[in-house]
T-cell receptor, first 118, second 113 residues
């Protein structure tokens, strides 16, 4: 297992186009998180899944954003009608929640997808 | 809502010296966890150290240690014997049980040879 994998590493798109990112978590992890990070800022929470269920969405997640985790394994994040303000690094993290004896899950992050909207 | 504040946008330290990065947070909860993450130029977030709020003893991981002051809602990171590889962005983060991480704005650490 090589950790959390995100594809693509970089995406350049024109304003108005749709883009989709993929995250493959660590295989036994049941939780998967999406964060967005702009240059010089800390990551901001977007949404997370436990297995295939999307449990929480941030107010940052406009109607143009949608995330799925159809089989409780990999996840996709789609942005429709991209805007220049969507340019950011999109980070995925996974964790094993509810493991016996460990009340504090550890999040493991991928290397992110850098989106540039022209 | 919980907030995390890092008041030092940039810090600089001489190689082999000690540096302390500051973090304060705001919460009304009594049970929570605090973390320091390192983000090198590769942009991958790496967990440096974590602290459970119910533990009075400060966490330590090799050259990294924290000063956790629960009443003051302060959680600073001390890096001893700084190395060139420690240069990175450092983020303080807060999490209540079962919830997502909330990050501070980050501190850029530069290490001078």
């Amino acid at each position: 297992d090589t950790g959390v994998s995100q594809n693509p590493r970089h995406k350049i798109t024109k304003r108005g186009q749709n883009v989709t990112f993929r995250c493959d978590p660590i295989s036994e992890h049941n939780r998967l998180y999406w964060y967005r990070q702009t240059l010089g800022q800390g990551p901001e929470f977007l949404t997370y899944f436990q297995n295939e269920a999307q449990l929480e969405k941030s107010r940052l997640l406009s109607d143009r954003f949608s995330a799925e985790r159809p089989k409780g394994s990999f996840s996709t994040l789609e942005i429709q009608r991209t805007e220049q303000g969507d340019s950011a690094m999109y980070l995925c993290a996974s964790s094993l929640f509810g493991a016996p004896g460990d009340g504090n899950e550890k999040l493991f992050f991928g290397s992110g997808t850098q989106l540039s909207v022209l | 809502a919980q907030t995390v504040t890092q008041s030092q946008p940039e810090m600089s330290v001489q190689e082999a010296e000690t540096v302390t990065l500051s973090c304060t947070y705001d919460t009304s909860e009594s049970d929570y966890y605090l973390f320091w993450y390192k983000q090198p130029p590769s942009r991958q977030m790496i967990l440096v150290i974590r602290q459970e709020a119910y533990k009075q003893q400060n966490a330590t991981e090799n050259r990294f240690s924290v000063n956790f002051q629960k009443a003051a809602k302060s959680f600073s990171l001390k890096i001893s014997d700084s190395q060139l590889g420690d240069a990175a962005m450092y983020f303080c983060a807060y999490r209540s049980p079962g919830n997502m991480l909330t990050f501070g704005g980050g501190t850029r650490l530069m290490v001078k040879p």
